[in-house]
């Protein structure tokens, strides 16, 4: 695609629900990001997927967060049980290959727990 | 632990007067170097990067940003601001062998007053 994708832009839960966010990556990207973005915190890494695997997951917060890519593509990353201090915005990015090469970043989708 | 820091939390100019945004890491091998930027309401871009060679990198917009290795600092210029340039400014690194992972700075935000 043209750019990377995300869905929902906007997601209002109630505590303890599950959510699913999803991300599109540019066409032929082989490398995805998970980061998120809140105030307080600034932009912090969550997850790397190079391919369909995850060498680099270091920044989930919680066993509650969890990630999945298929078919080299789609990402979706599951947040279960929902806190309110998992209120924030969810930004996917995607680069060709991991080495050398700048991120591109989607518009982020904004997670609202009530 | 890596971390990247930004001096300035919140920047106030008027229009036309030089900017200087000072970004330090805490990294002692080789990095990548990126300044992204966030207009309001918009998704992350690319203002420049380093991966090696000339420290002095050219981005868009009029931006530049000169990487001294001894002072572990990339800090981003623009000699004449304007209006349009009133946004989030984020410094991010990319340790080496790290898979294109990015540590981002907290950020700061830009405004410019007609």
């Known amino acids: 695609g043209a750019g990377v994708s995300q869905s929902p832009s906007n997601k209002v839960t109630e505590k303890g629900k599950d959510v699913e966010l999803r991300c599109d990556p540019i066409s032929g990207h082989t490398a995805l990001y998970w980061y998120r973005q809140s105030l307080g915190q600034g932009l912090e890494f969550l997850i790397y997927f190079q391919g369909n695997s995850a060498p680099d997951k270091s920044g989930l917060p919680s066993d509650r967060f969890s990630a999945e890519r298929t078919g080299g593509s789609v990402s979706t990353l599951t947040i279960q049980r929902t806190q309110q201090e998992d209120s924030a915005v969810y930004l996917c990015?995607?680069?060709?290959?991991?080495?050398?090469?700048?991120?591109?970043f989607g518009q982020g989708t904004r997670l609202t727990v009530v | 632990a890596q971390s990247v820091s930004q001096h300035n939390h919140h920047v106030i100019l008027s229009e036309a007067a030089s900017l200087e945004l000072g970004c330090n890491y805490s990294?002692?091998?080789?990095?990548?170097l990126f300044w992204y930027v966030q207009y309001p309401g918009q998704h992350l871009q690319l203002l420049l990067k380093y991966f090696s060679g000339d420290p002095l990198v050219k981005g868009i917009k009029g931006f530049e940003a000169e990487f001294i290795k001894s002072k572990f600092s990339f800090n981003l210029r623009k000699p004449s601001v304007q209006w349009s340039d009133t946004a989030e400014y984020f410094c991010?690194?990319?340790?080496?062998?790290?898979?294109?992972?990015?540590?981002f700075g907290q950020g700061t935000e830009l405004s410019v007053k007609p």
């Open positions: 990294y002692g091998g080789t990095v990548n």
């Open positions: 991010a690194v990319n340790p080496y062998n790290q898979g294109g992972k990015l540590i």
């Open positions: 990015a995607s680069s060709q290959d991991g080495v050398n090469t700048e991120a591109f």
